[in-house]
């Protein structure tokens, strides 16, 4: 079964395993923010992870919701009124990655390579309705799976959308030597708050990822309209020197990929690159532009799936 133990920063740890005469699967999942913490096959690191005894840098593998990313000002409008959120990224004045990513979650459901957390969101000035949210992880033979679901339990329509930020590794791998491939045709334009203001193609541009560039060559703080989102979801991988790939797949319901590149991810006392690859349902500043926001009616639902997959030649 799940084994929980209590920590300062992250709350409870839940360490998953699942074994097979040909893999070895561990994960583990903080309840500070439903974060994926660490996940690994066979021994080699699939996430960077991080301390539980320290807040999760870059929230790091953390659930975005009931937005992902930014609303400008933390301020939208709604029936007239002006609402104001609490301001979480002071550098760009903007309200960052919804609600609950300092939230402890409530284990409501776990087995040995699986676990249920679910945390509500309540009532308040800057977004006044009522919410139940849900996210399960499952491991699997190659990675992990996650499914969010949010249910509107209030009485008015409630504007809602999810993210999630997982770190990507091939742990005996450095991360500059990887590659990386974005399935997204079109590339988020952003004015100086990290707020989108249009779209380019990226065809002949240097936002074109769908044929690899090596980690090395990326600095990114970015978001790209996925491809395939509206048929069987899409993929978007590392690929490292001898041919292993670790690949995030989204459902349909994603349709836009943020990519996070950065050099000073805490690691063993020292600071390395790290690549994070965020699923969202709507792009940055959703609540005001309404571009990939959803509207639940009082009583029901909303699910999205992504998973981390990991393959190797034979």
Not at 63 to 92: C, K, S
Request: charged fraction near 20%; include cysteine; charge should be negative.
């Amino acid at each position: 079964m799940v084994r929980p133990s209590v920590r300062p920063v992250s709350g409870t740890d839940y360490d998953l395993v699942l074994t097979s005469p040909s893999r070895d699967v561990h994960g583990r999942i903080s309840g500070v923010g439903a974060a994926v913490q660490q996940l690994s096959i066979d021994g080699i690191e699939l996430t960077p992870g991080f301390d539980s005894r320290r807040p999760a840098p870059f929230y790091c593998g953390k659930a975005l919701v009931p937005w992902p990313n930014r609303v400008r000002d933390a301020r939208w409008h709604h029936d007239g009124h002006t609402l104001q959120l609490d301001i979480t990224d002071p550098e760009t004045n903007t309200a960052l990655h919804g609600l609950l990513c300092a939230a402890e979650y409530e284990c409501v459901a776990h087995s040995e390579s699986s676990v249920t957390l679910a945390a509500p969101i309540q009532y308040r000035d800057g977004y006044p309705f009522d919410l139940a949210t849900t996210v399960r992880y499952q491991l699997t033979a190659t990675g992990l799976a996650a499914t969010h679901t949010v249910h509107n339990v209030g009485s008015r329509c409630a504007p809602v959308a999810l993210g999630a930020h997982p770190f990507l590794s091939i742990g005996d791998v450095p991360t500059d030597q990887l590659t990386l491939r974005v399935n997204g045709d079109f590339h988020v334009d952003v004015d100086a708050q990290r707020i989108p203001v249009g779209v380019t193609p990226v065809g002949g541009t240097a936002w074109d990822l769908r044929t690899g560039r090596p980690v090395a060559d990326l600095t990114l703080d970015d978001c790209w309209v996925v491809s395939g989102a509206t048929n069987h979801g899409s993929t978007h991988t590392l690929c490292s020197p001898d041919g292993r790939t670790l690949s995030l797949w989204t459902d349909e319901q994603f349709g836009f990929l943020h990519v996070f590149v950065t050099r000073e991810f805490p690691k063993d006392g020292d600071h390395v690159t790290a690549v994070a690859l965020e699923p969202m349902t709507a792009q940055a500043d959703a609540l005001n532009s309404g571009i990939g926001l959803r509207w639940l009616a009082p009583g029901k639902q909303f699910s999205a799936s992504w998973a981390i997959r990991y393959e190797y030649p034979r």
